[in-house]
């Protein structure tokens, strides 16, 4: 009964989380369209500013949230609003949302992800697997995973988390101990 009825559906998600074929086949249809949505830049990033916060600050600091964010509005807007309160450290609304994403993995993929966040913000294959001192055929399959779910990205013979920003919220979850440990 829809038919000529001039109904909107509207539906998002990731491109990378979709079934390529599923999303193949809606891109053919003649009546739907895609939108890309790509990240901020520096200057878009600005202009958040200048509207959320009434101010824009200097370009180092764009810079520094535009790194850590990776150019994702909500999180830019959040850590503007706690550059502005004077802190560096992420807010809470971050902390629980990334927190949220990442509590989906399995606890010893969680594990792994907080050894490579003590490693750094890019880490050789070698290093990370000493550290994590799993069997090849153990820890690959979580590494895919973990690659395939843009958590991490594959960098010539390491990894490098996408945003520097997951990585901060792993190290939030890291004891003393357990970073001398490692």
Known sequence: QLWGAGVLVRTDGRAHVWDACELAELRRQPLVATVEVRPFTGEELGQLAEATLGERPGASVIDHILARSGGIPFYGR????????????????????????????????????????????????????????????????????????????????????????????LLLDVLPFEAETL
């Open 78 to 169: 959040e850590l503007l609003v706690a550059h502005r309160a004077g802190t560096n450290r992420p807010p809470d609304s971050l902390v629980e949302f990334i927190g949220g994403r990442l509590d989906r993995l399995e606890p010893e993929v969680r594990a792994l992800l907080r050894s490579a966040a003590v490693v750094g913000q890019r880490m050789p294959h070698r290093l990370l697997a000493a550290v994590a001192n799993l069997p090849d055929d153990h820890l690959n399959p979580m590494l895919r995973q973990l690659v395939e779910q843009r958590v991490l990205v594959a960098d010539g013979d390491g990894y490098v988390f996408r945003l520097a920003l997951v990585r901060e919220v």
